[in-house]
Every structure is written in C-alpha cells, then in structure tokens.
C-alpha cells in the first residue's frame, strides 16, 4: 500500500490541524495504521493507532485528550485530528500501515511495512 500524508502547517499554541493520509494499492482493510512523528534531532516517536475495523485506538500518553484518529475504510483515509496544539508538537507527521491478521494496534515503528512521506506541523509560541 502506498501512502501520502497531507495536512500539515503552521499554527499558533492552542489551535488546531487536521492530518490526511491518503492510501492507494492494496486491500486498505487489511491494515492496521497509524501515525508517528519525528521533531528535529530526536527519534521518531508513535503517537496514534487504529485497528483494521476501528475498534482498537491508540495514543501516545503525551497526545491523549487532545489528538483523534480515525480513518475510513470506503475511502481509504486516515485522518488524525490534533487540538490544543503546544510548540512540542512540532515534528513530521507520517502515516504509516501495518499488514496484519489481528486486531491489535502496535505502538513502534517495526511492525509498520509502509510508510509515506510526511508532512511538518510547526506550531509556533
């Protein structure tokens, strides 16, 4: 499957961006996705899960109450909605899909087989 994030920009403490991915090739279905970010000089880091059918979600301690994923399956989108925005925000956001047979949503990096190109969320003080 490949991916393409989208959404991404500058935005003020406190306001909010909602991210994109936009998935082609492959049974959409048969993936897990989510969505990771990496802030200058620092590892790339999970921040939201969802599972093939939507009923497993995800999130990094540092996003929970503020960010929401969710995806449709009919048109093969991820979307991750990212509220009360802090300058620590600040990374590329990329989506990323995880082929697998169970229900379960991973919170590293290795188990995601595909991956697309990110998108820069700046959110200035």
């Known amino acids: 499957v490949q991916l393409q994030a989208s959404g991404g920009g500058l935005v003020q403490v406190g306001g909010s961006l909602r991210l994109s991915c936009a998935a082609s090739g492959g049974t959409f279905t048969d993936y897990a996705m989510g969505w990771f970010r990496q802030a200058p000089g620092k590892e790339r880091e999970f921040v939201a899960g969802?599972?093939?059918?939507?009923?497993?979600?995800s999130y990094a301690n540092s996003v929970k109450g503020r960010f929401t994923i969710s995806r449709d399956n009919a048109k093969r989108m991820v979307y991750l909605q990212m509220n009360s925005l802090k300058p620590e925000d600040t990374a590329v956001y990329s989506c990323?899909?995880?082929?697998?047979?169970?229900?379960?949503?991973?919170?590293?990096?290795?188990?995601?087989?595909?991956w697309g190109r990110g998108t820069l969320v700046t959110v200035s003080s």
């Open positions: 990323a899909a995880d082929y697998t047979v169970t229900g379960v949503v991973e919170n590293t990096d290795l188990p995601y087989d595909s």
């Open positions: 969802i599972s093939r059918g939507s009923k497993r979600i």
